[in-house]
């Protein structure tokens, strides 16, 4: 695949580029979006925040416990459980603005890509997680003395599987959407909430029941979650859970593209795309 | 009508060739075993009452839509298999289709710019400004201009990449009569000087007959007359286009197979 700036390209940087900025427009015209980035993470971390701390001074009393240096890790899972929702609605969000203002049909009409869509896609998620998630990192670290970044080298590796999960998932959600409309609008909220007690987000995953562990570890993100787990409990970086977790996120994300193609010809055949809005 | 072993793709072919176009939803026919061509340089109006198939067509043509049998070619690319190779040389304008509404005019045809891969963009943006006269609304959003400053914004999108081939699909409905005729006169001017191919959908029988060279006329998917305004009232002994139109869809006078009727 040529990827080129070049106007006539395979894969157009300049189209990619010509999204970003559509993107880019739409969030700079209207404070309420930008609030809403910000607004639902802050309110989580301050909630689990709290619970963390009850859940900690109450362990105290008994001594420092399995149970008090468990409830450590609560903010830590927040946040990363935000990594991974914040980055799959980033991705859906942006593909929905397309649907609302009926400009599906515009886009598909010009010469871009759907991969090169799909980048476009990637890089507004990243952003709006980045605009969503950093300033909660520093609220986490001023209300509770909770340091996100002191993971280091960990956080990179948690990060990147995370969103790596999460553009799968907007993936097939964009697709589903592009060939069910706005009928499907609702998978771009709810489907990431499937994942949650499955990928064992705030709990490990020995206390699922034996057969439903085999689907955890199916899901990167369980990966995640349990090397948050061991770095914060056991102070250790699970490179050997890291690894697992990117060749299942390979795997995932390559299956997923295919699955969005799959979608889109469906719909060419279905004959839905001059139809979709609000 | 045509002889389906004509290369398409030829130089100096027709910009669109289309061949036994069907697309069968269920089992319904919208589009029913279609064969035409239409010449570089002309206008070729589409008509057909509501469900006639006309969208579904230019859906084809654009290749947003698959077709279940036949092929449709536009400038020589194959639109169900190749259309990025042509997608670039060409446009549409829509009324199933809108600019992001939160965006300003200006924003939007910046994008759109970009995304056809427009060489000098602010200067193109600035010609199509004056052209199409957006300067008083130029920094609004696209959302909340009238419907008329709506679809010279629409047109303006859709002549940004100056395309060799032209889709409109009712480009004046809903529209006041001054704005209507201005806006068929973009049109007029932009072919004159560009000397692009239109394909024109429209249920506007006079606007038909003052732009069109020739016209298609469809019912239920299936091709019922064509030719040039001019030969299709002489056949049909009618004084307007419209007349002709309605004795084509009702069934009146109606030939006993498919005309071509030219001029």
């Not at chain 1, 599906?104 to 759907?114: D, K, T």
């Not at chain 2, 997608?87 to 710019?113: C, I, K, W």
Request: proline share 4%.
């Amino acid at each position: 695949m040529a990827i080129s700036a070049h106007p006539n390209a395979t894969f157009s940087l300049e189209r990619v580029a010509a999204m970003v900025t559509r993107y880019l427009y739409l969030l700079r015209s209207s404070w309420p979006r930008l609030l809403d980035l910000i607004y639902w993470p802050t309110v989580q971390m301050v909630t689990w925040g709290f619970v963390q701390t009850y859940v900690g001074q109450a362990s105290a009393g008994s001594g420092p416990g399995r149970f008090g240096v468990a409830a450590g890790t609560l903010i830590g899972a927040v946040l990363l459980w935000d990594v991974l929702f914040r980055g799959q609605l980033g991705f859906s969000m942006s593909f929905l603005e397309e649907m609302y203002s009926r400009n599906i049909g515009n886009l598909l009409m010009s010469p871009l890509r759907p991969l090169e869509l799909v980048a476009a896609l990637i890089v507004m998620s990243t952003l709006r997680l980045m605009i969503g998630i950093i300033p909660v990192t520093g609220l986490a670290i001023l209300f509770f003395g909770f340091n996100l970044w002191a993971l280091g080298l960990a956080l990179g590796a948690f990060f990147a599987n995370l969103v790596l999960t999460s553009w799968s998932v907007g993936l097939v959600v964009s697709g589903f959407l592009l060939r069910n409309g706005l009928g499907a609008e609702g998978l771009a909220w709810t489907f990431m909430f499937l994942l949650l007690p499955l990928c064992c987000v705030y709990y490990p995953v020995d206390v699922l029941p034996a057969w439903l562990r085999t689907i955890s570890w199916a899901l990167p993100p369980t990966y995640v979650f349990e090397g948050l787990r061991a770095a914060l409990t056991d102070h250790v970086f699970r490179g050997d859970l890291m690894i697992q977790a990117f060749v299942i996120n390979a795997v995932l994300f390559a299956s997923s593209i295919l699955v969005f193609l799959w979608l889109l010809r469906r719909a060419r055949v279905a004959g839905t795309l001059l139809q979709m809005g609000e | 009508m045509y002889p389906l072993d004509v290369p398409a793709s030829a130089a100096g072919g027709p910009a669109i060739a289309v061949r036994q176009l069907s697309k069968v939803y269920s089992s319904e026919a919208a589009v029913n075993a279609l064969t035409f061509d239409i010449a570089r340089g002309s206008i070729v109006g589409l008509l057909g009452g509501n469900g006639a198939g006309k969208t579904t067509t230019i859906g084809m043509m654009m290749g947003l839509i698959l077709p279940t049998s036949g092929t449709v070619e536009v400038l020589g690319v194959d639109m169900a298999r190749n259309r990025h190779q042509v997608l670039g040389r060409m446009n549409f304008e829509s009324p199933y289709v809108d600019m992001p509404h939160r965006l300003t005019v200006r924003q939007n045809l910046r994008v759109f710019a970009r995304l056809y891969g427009i060489k000098d963009r602010e200067s193109r943006i600035g010609e199509i400004v004056r052209q199409l006269a957006l300067d008083s609304f130029f920094d609004r959003p696209s959302g909340n201009l009238s419907a008329g400053q709506k679809t010279r914004v629409a047109l303006a999108k859709a002549l940004i990449n100056t395309p060799e081939v032209l889709l409109l699909d009712e480009p004046t409905a809903s529209l006041d009569p001054d704005t209507g005729d201005w806006v068929r006169s973009v049109i007029e001017n932009y072919r004159r000087e560009h000397g692009a191919t239109i394909l024109l959908a429209s249920h506007n029988m006079a606007e038909v007959e003052r732009l069109c060279d020739r016209v298609i006329m469809l019912k239920r998917g299936t091709l019922v007359a064509e030719g040039s305004p001019q030969a299709l009232l002489a056949r049909y002994g009618r004084a307007t286009l419209e007349d002709v139109f309605l004795d084509v869809v009702r069934g009146r006078n109606a030939p006993a197979r498919i005309e071509k009727a030219d001029s």
